[in-house]
């Protein structure tokens, strides 16, 4: 007679009522297998022309700021120090922002932009250290800017866009959508590509190849692994574009940026590579390292941070800045230079072509 569930699982544990050496044997139980985790190489700090990284961009979708902030995430922060913070997710208008991140001294130059019609909905931010030549919000497009999900900071050499692209929701209810944002994202990026090189960050809600997830027959009808949105992010890579991960890693499995809370996916490292940095092509010179900070918690995502090489310096004279290259100073947005004594100088490092 075949043994109920109940009855196999205490033979298992040996607790048969004969305790004679003539009991049944029972079946092992398979074990479980170890988790297959990834680990975060030391970063390079060279790129491939041999230059040294100058300029280091941190993203991180946040899963509501607030609680962010009270589960310690300005301390990882500070202690990463990147040059810019690019935070998703933060479901928080600016009325509302803790005063923690608000009074930030790292950080003077701060940005926010949030959902216009859904409060806890969406939106992004920005954390400069050094203030950007100019700061625009969203595309240019009301249906996708009202929901707070794009900032584009220019500096002298490139523009650094965060974004938080939409999600096709449950039951792919905003598929359709999606499709729409990735054709005019696309084509905002690509008209900013024609001025200046670009480096784009943020939560972009696609696992782009079957490596990028680690169920991927499973959730190919499920959203961030569409054929739809996957073509959609693999149309912005052939207009020109880099996944820098990819490009430095292109083998590197079980590398993800997102775990559901459930099920403890994080800790058997069922998850999704959703955050990317992505560099137009003329900057491809300049990489040096994309990591994946997979340890930092917080959030249902981890941190990613960008290490890059420029050939351009800002050299700021009290609050006049210039572009310094090949030896030449060149005045940015205006004519003529007034220096009065004492001269204080700050030279930072910035990306350049």
């Known amino acids: 007679m075949k043994r109920g569930k109940k009855e196999e699982d205490a033979a298992a544990d040996g607790d048969n009522d004969t305790g004679s050496a003539s009991a049944k044997k029972t079946k092992k139980a398979k074990e479980p297998e170890a988790p297959i985790m990834y680990e975060d190489p030391p970063d390079k700090m060279t790129s491939k022309d041999g230059r040294e990284a100058n300029m280091k961009i941190t993203s991180w979708n946040v899963d509501g700021l607030r609680a962010w902030v009270k589960k310690k995430g300005l301390d990882w922060v500070r202690e990463e120090a990147p040059d810019v913070m690019c935070l998703?997710?933060?479901?928080?208008?600016?009325?509302?922002?803790p005063a923690d991140i608000t009074s930030m001294p790292e950080y003077p130059h701060k940005y926010w932009s949030a959902s216009d019609e859904k409060e806890g909905y969406s939106g992004v931010a920005m954390l400069c250290k050094t203030e950007p030549l100019k700061v625009t919000y969203g595309i240019?497009?009301?249906?996708?800017?009202?929901?707070?999900?794009?900032?584009?900071?220019?500096?002298?050499?490139?523009?650094?866009?965060?974004?938080?692209?939409?999600?096709?929701?449950?039951?792919?209810?905003?598929?359709?959508?999606r499709k729409t944002w990735d054709v005019d994202f696309r084509a905002y990026l690509s008209e900013l590509?024609?001025?200046?090189?670009?480096?784009?960050?943020?939560?972009?809600?696609?696992?782009?190849?079957?490596?990028?997830?680690?169920?991927?027959?499973?959730?190919?009808?499920?959203?961030?692994?569409?054929?739809?949105?996957?073509?959609?992010?693999?149309?912005?890579?052939?207009?020109?574009?880099?996944?820098?991960?990819?490009?430095?890693?292109?083998?590197?499995?079980?590398?993800?940026?997102?775990?559901?809370?459930?099920?403890?996916?994080?800790?058997?490292?069922?998850?999704?590579?959703?955050?990317?940095?992505?560099?137009?092509?003329?900057?491809?010179?300049?990489?040096?390292?994309?990591?994946?900070?997979?340890?930092?918690?917080?959030?249902?995502?981890?941190?990613?941070?960008?290490?890059?090489?420029?050939?351009?310096?800002?050299?700021?004279?009290?609050?006049?800045?210039?572009?310094?290259?090949?030896?030449?100073?060149?005045?940015?947005?205006?004519?003529?230079?007034?220096?009065?004594?004492?001269?204080?100088?700050?030279?930072?490092?910035?990306?350049?072509?």
Not at 165 to 176: E, Q, T, W
Not at 341 to 346: E, K, L, Q, V
């Open 193 to 353: 590509d024609m001025q200046k090189p670009l480096v784009l960050c943020g939560d972009l809600n696609v696992a782009h190849q079957e490596i990028d997830l680690k169920n991927p027959k499973g959730n190919k009808k499920n959203a961030g692994f569409t054929p739809e949105e996957r073509e959609g992010f693999g149309q912005l890579l052939e207009s020109g574009f880099i996944d820098s991960f990819r490009e430095l890693y292109p083998e590197q499995a079980n590398a993800y940026t997102f775990w559901t809370y459930m099920m403890n996916s994080r800790g058997k490292n069922v998850g999704w590579r959703l955050d990317y940095f992505v560099l137009s092509s003329s900057l491809l010179p300049g990489l040096c390292d994309s990591k994946i900070r997979n340890k930092a918690l917080g959030s249902d995502h981890c941190p990613i941070t960008l290490h890059i090489a420029g050939k351009g310096f800002i050299v700021e004279f009290g609050e006049r800045a210039f572009s310094l290259r090949g030896g030449t100073l060149t005045a940015l947005n205006f004519c003529i230079l007034q220096v009065t004594s004492p001269i204080i100088a700050r030279l930072q490092l910035a990306v350049g072509v």
């Open 140 to 177: 240019g497009n009301e249906e996708h800017d009202k929901e707070g999900r794009v900032i584009t900071a220019e500096f002298p050499n490139f523009f650094l866009v965060t974004a938080y692209v939409p999600n096709s929701g449950r039951g792919l209810v905003r598929l359709d959508y």
């Open 88 to 97: 998703q997710e933060t479901k928080c208008a600016e009325k509302s922002l």
